[in-house]
């Protein structure tokens, strides 16, 4: 089985992401109310697919192909940092 980083890359990997960072916070979350188990993780996708796109709109585009992780509780919750290029790279967006 791959491990989580590798599954949420290959899912994005249809965003053509630049940049592609991972962070897994779970144990940060540990014993928290409602977590039945999943982890707890942090991804930065920087791709011009964001590109004219609005935040709640990259939002979605970034979780549906992972629907089957949080359905399956493999992912209890997810941060989400989805930039087009230029914000990244000229940090016009912080």
């Known amino acids: 089985m ?3 980083e590798t599954e949420i890359k290959t899912a994005l990997s249809h965003l ?3 940049v592609f960072e991972f962070a897994d916070e ?4 540990a014993g928290h109310a409602g977590n039945t188990g999943g ?3 942090r991804i930065l996708v920087v ?3 964001f590109e004219n796109v609005s935040r709640i709109m ?3 585009m970034v979780k549906a192909p992972l629907e089957q992780h949080f359905r399956t509780g493999r992912i209890h919750a997810l941060a989400i940092r989805a930039l087009t290029p230029d914000e990244f790279f000229n940090r016009s967006n912080p």
């Open 26 to 29: 779970s144990h940060l979350h």
């Open 39 to 41: 982890g707890h993780y």
């Open 58 to 60: 990259r939002q979605r």
């Open 16 to 18: 053509n992401p630049d």
């Open 47 to 49: 791709s011009g697919a």
């Open 2 to 4: 791959q491990d989580m």
